[in-house]
């Protein structure tokens, strides 16, 4: 019998006084852009940080794929970070986003 593909979520842990919490990636973005954070960067296989704040080096974000116990499987790829960075760079453009502002149709 094939094996069953295991469901993984994305988990996320800023600093070390949060709890792990499961999100998907707008959330992700919507989480961090609510603690300030507006950039991020691959730190480690698990991690990302935020060059110029105190989320970096020992300081970093967990942020992964996961298993249903928050068990690390593998790491944010390069284009879900750069998806990340979009949301955290144009929050207008987003409606689940802080500062979202809604596009006007130009008058005709």
């Known amino acids: 019998m094939p094996k069953q593909k295991e469901h993984l979520s ?3 842990r800023i600093e070390d006084v949060d709890d792990y919490e499961e ?3 707008a959330a992700v973005a919507e989480r ?3 603690v300030g954070v507006d950039y991020i960067e691959q730190h480690s296989k698990f991690g990302v940080h935020c060059p ?7 300081n970093y974000i967990s942020l992964y794929w996961g298993d249903e ?3 690390g499987v593998k790491g944010l790829t390069k284009a879900e970070i750069a998806q ?3 949301y955290l760079a144009h929050p207008e453009k987003y409606p689940f ?3 979202y502002r809604p596009q006007r149709n130009p008058a005709r």
Not at 52 to 58: D, K
């Open 10 to 12: 994305i988990w996320m």
């Open 69 to 71: 116990e928050a068990n």
């Open 32 to 34: 961090l852009a609510m």
């Open 84 to 86: 990340t960075n979009e």
């Open 23 to 25: 999100f998907d990636l």
């Open 97 to 99: 986003m802080p500062g």
């Open 52 to 58: 110029g704040t105190r989320l970096t080096g020992h």
